[in-house]
């Protein structure tokens, strides 16, 4: 019981299993830890015996990493979970050794303190060979009970990388084994025991440490040289930074970090430059990407970008980087979309459009963009969104009643989208903002007073309704809310902003049309948020993608919830990712 109870003490187990228990598997956590855990048992059943080799999670993770993990724990160096990252790395030799050190800890452990017990129960004291001044019992007890929570935690991440953490669990095994050994007369008196002396240990030490040292002096000697160049970078000396990173691939070739920085830097200066200026800066990227795609090839971010990259000059091959991209991370905002792009580009304009479907049925914030105004795009427009009509009619009839909610708000804001107001209205049935937004398309008869509490956008209705607090409630509705920032009015928008929603909303027609064609439109670029970190590097700043984004800013801002679909949503990805197979192996083929 006690042992139960410090296990659900610790909250990274405690939280998922109370959500498992109760039947919300779409908690975020839950299933962070569940992908993380399959990834690793995945790699593991690859190579039982060897495993996937030590530190090779991080260029293999994207490989096995499954479909229905969505947009959550898309890539990372570890696996958040110790058994799972020795059994991935080491196979059943790490496992093995793993319950082999628990078991001889916990023997050790026992065999102390039944002797210990003896003596207490006869009333004697430790020979004066056994005592340890230096350590009461109580102290003792402490260093296991450290060594047991530190094993608790480690059910839930990985931390022997860390050396800190590693050097303190050194100190007290090797307390712990000083102890036991000075307790266990049978065990210290055996030849074997004897042959590995204090000296031999400390040679052995010695020798692996020089040998480690030595090892890592190219590792440490490029991120010196990537520091300096990226400082460079930020200078805007540009050759330095690019003479700096070559320096540090050739210091440590196997490293992708350093070959996919440069290449992303050069592919976008390529995007700033024109003419024969920019043809070099692409090309250069483009085999700089390659290189880095040798060395890690089960990499999301080099094939997606590479793919972009490709896109306008060699469509082809354009499609087989998005196309590898799509296997490795099906989910990824913009890759069925550049996909799409690529075959449209490539001549296959029927497998085009069933790539730009998968994109809206897993994004459907996409419908609303200008960029179906724009090149290839409004050419099929109309194609495209009469296909995602009927995969909505299809997928209702065949998903299960829980996604149902989620298809008919999706069915209806399309219909919407495209002023079909009567089809929209059934699919909104019994989704109260969508009943709203009719209202406000078809009619002029709602007020302030009736306009119903908790439906997404209300600020920004009551703006239309209350010209008069027009400016203050726009202001309201714009605000953007972040967990980051310690001052609150850091997230208020910029009055040149508010100016700019309320201009648009004085010259609108209606509220339908200020939604659908006030021309306040922005191209954000998608950041790779701790895309350094993740590769176990500090020093460069966050790359952008190539992708080319148009977004609707009154329904991207003010109504992005009412296109939202979950980071984590199994249920959809199920459904959907039988259909990205089938396009996958026919564009294959």
Known sequence: LALIGVTLGNSRVRRPLLALLQGKTSNSELGYRAITNVIGWRMGLDYPLTGVGPGSVLHLYQKYRPYWAGREAELHFQLHSTPA???AELGLWGIAALVSFAGLLGWLTWRWSCELSQRSRDGETAPEEHRTELLHPGLVWSLAAGLFAYGLMGLTDFQLDTPAICCVIVVYLAVLAQVYQAHDTVL????LFKLFSPRLWTGLGVGCLIAVNLWLVPIHRAWAVSKQGFDQLNLGNFDGFEQALTQAHNLAPWEPYYPS??????????????GASREALRTESIQWFEQANA??????FGQSNLGWLLSQTTPGEAVDAFTQSAQLVPVKQEVFLGLGLALLRHNQPVLAADALVLELLRFPMLITSPIWQLGELASVRETVFSQLEEQYVE???????????????????????????????QSWENFPTGQILLQLAQENSLTADTLPENIIGRRAILAWL???QRRPLLE?????????LPQFNVALPPPEQVEQFATAMDQAASFDDWLKNSGLIAQPRSQRVGFGALNRHIDGPFPVDYSPRIVNQPVNIVFESLFAVPTFFPELDGVLQPQRQRLLSQIEQ
């Open 466 to 468: 209350l010209p008069s």
């Open 188 to 191: 210290s008196r055996r030849p």
């Open 476 to 484: 309201q509705a714009l605000i953007q809310p972040r967990n980051d």
């Open 395 to 425: 997928l209702l009839k065949l998903s299960e009643a829980s996604l149902r909610p989620h298809l008919m708000q999706q069915q209806g804001a399309l219909y919407w989208w495209q002023g079909n107001y009567t089809a929209a209205a």
């Open 295 to 300: 060395v890690a090839p089960y990499q999301e």
């Open 261 to 274: 920085m440069l290449a992303w830097a050069l592919g976008d200066f390529s995007f700033q430059a024109t």
């Open 85 to 87: 990252q020795l059994w």
